[in-house]
């Protein structure tokens, strides 16, 4: 049989990131221990090339190579596009923190550019093989990142969490393929899709097989009662890691549920929907009431994560490319907002000092005007108080939902939402009318406040002027 060689050219985005990864991972065996500014250059003009490569390679036609495993479409270019500038953003954000503590090593810039690569090949998956590849690719550069820091129990604790529970929900998620393998005969998703229409196997094998998978998606997303990991891994992890594991990977893990239940299990719609009212209804109670009761931030968006994966399931549980591109639309917006928000984290923190209570924000207002404002916009926004950008987005998966005939559950998001909102304003209330605690000037690079105010302000801007980003989402899946 002659091998038929692949085309190379929609793959030259990842080709690009493993290959500069790797140029990273030698150049940093050169640099002197106390500077990395060369690694870090390196990196960002990595995630720079591949956004470049992205864009101009972009078509609207999807383009299939490794024997249709592998798919570049508009919503994996889109995706791919945001996992970069997101991923840009932690490295910046990072910086400072890290140099301040003599940890900004290589090692941290190398499993972000993997990790990225992993995220790039999750969403371009048109294979469950290729599906899992990415994703086992991710989690072991992200365990390996929240245990950096090895003087640290804490977080060798958390990562030691964080891989036991992970291997758990990737043997799950296997074992759901290897069913849907085993019934259909085939690991690609097309085929796949059109079996299972046509009633081909076992149907009882086959939802059995989506259980698994959906128990593994939910636990990628930090659904409830998979969450179990997200407040432990959120709190011990070094901020900056934190921030990382918070934001870029959820983008991913949108990809990866469009994937594998859009694309592979569309024709099961009506049993993976049952599933997902049920996780999306337990994690918008579990996140905005759980998160009341914490004085920790870092624990306390741990939680308002959870509830944020709750209001995305809204979308993706519709079925229609409406709710899907609202699903999107909200897995962008909600990686804007976590960036800010541990951004902030990251500004209050320096050496011997991590901003981690909600009483280190008090009084923020009289020490930064200009970034208590901005951290007053974020806090709206994750809150859905308009005219932020976190209004447009709960309406859009509110309104799939509704649609879908599913008013009840948009009745009960808008009641949990309204309870949520309770701990974002009281961040605001610390920040305005209580006397700050701590009196340290806030010490930052320009390149950090910048990031920052661009980042405040985007949630204001596209709040106003939400067309855009909701019409570059609605042409990914139309």
């Excluded at 994966?309 to 639309?329: E, H, K, N, P, W």
């Excluded at 961040?427 to 700050?436: A, E, I, S």
């Excluded at 002027?465 to 609605?474: I, K, Q, R, S, Y």
């Amino acid at each position: 049989m002659a091998f038929e060689r692949p085309d190379l050219i929609p793959v030259l985005p990842e080709i690009f990131v493993v290959t500069m990864a790797c140029v990273v991972l030698l150049v940093d065996v050169y640099q002197r221990q106390s500077n990395r500014m060369l690694t870090y250059l390196l990196s960002q003009a990595t995630l720079v090339g591949g956004l470049i490569l992205t864009l101009s390679l972009h078509t609207s036609a999807p383009e299939y190579t490794f024997g249709d495993t592998f798919v570049k479409d508009t919503m994996s270019d889109v995706l791919k596009g945001f996992i970069y500038l997101s991923a840009f953003v932690v490295f910046l954000y990072s910086r400072r923190y890290l140099q301040e503590r003599g940890q900004l090593t290589g090692e941290f810039f190398v499993l972000g550019l993997f990790a990225v690569l992993g995220m790039m090949v999750m969403v371009s998956a048109h294979s469950l093989l290729l599906v899992y590849l990415g994703l086992e690719l991710l989690s072991l550069c992200l365990y390996a990142m929240v245990a950096l820091n090895r003087d640290s129990k804490t977080s060798a604790e958390a990562a030691m969490k964080y891989f036991v529970l992970g291997a758990l929900a990737s043997g799950m998620l296997l074992y759901g393929m290897s069913l849907f393998y085993g019934v259909t005969g085939s690991l690609d998703s097309r085929a796949i899709s059109t079996a299972v229409t046509m009633g081909v196997g076992n149907e009882i094998v086959l939802k059995l097989g989506l259980v698994f998978i959906v128990i593994g998606l939910a636990f990628k997303l930090g659904s409830v009662p998979f969450h179990m990991w997200v407040p432990d891994v959120y709190h011990g992890s070094p901020t900056n890691i934190t921030l990382f594991i918070g934001t870029v990977p959820k983008i991913a893990a949108f990809g990866m549920t469009i994937r594998l239940l859009v694309d592979t299990a569309a024709a099961m719609h009506v049993d993976w929907q049952q599933m997902l009212i049920i996780l999306a209804m337990l994690s918008i109670a579990v996140g905005n009431v759980v998160a009341i009761a914490q004085t920790n931030i870092k624990r306390m968006l741990a939680y308002s994560t959870i509830s944020h994966m709750g209001f995305l399931l809204l979308g993706v549980l519709s079925g229609s490319a409406d709710g899907y591109s609202s699903a999107m639309f909200y897995t962008l917006v909600y990686a804007i907002m976590g960036l800010g928000g541990f951004g902030m984290i990251l500004l209050l923190s320096r050496a011997g000092f991590e901003a981690e209570n909600l009483e280190d924000f008090k009084g923020l207002n009289e020490r930064s005007p200009w970034m208590a404002f901005m951290m007053l916009l974020l806090m709206f926004s994750m809150a859905g108080v308009p005219p932020t950008v976190g209004f447009f987005a709960k309406l859009s998966v509110l309104q799939a939902a509704v649609r879908a005939d599913l008013i009840w559950l948009a009745v009960f998001a808008v009641v949990f939402s309204v309870v949520g909102a309770f701990y974002y304003l009281r961040v605001v209330k610390l920040m305005y009318f209580d006397k700050p605690v701590d009196v340290q000037p806030i010490v930052c690079g320009m390149d950090m406040r910048v990031a920052l105010s661009i980042n405040g302000t985007a949630v204001l801007l596209l709040g106003m002027f939400p067309g855009t980003l909701m019409a570059l989402c609605h042409t990914a899946f139309n």
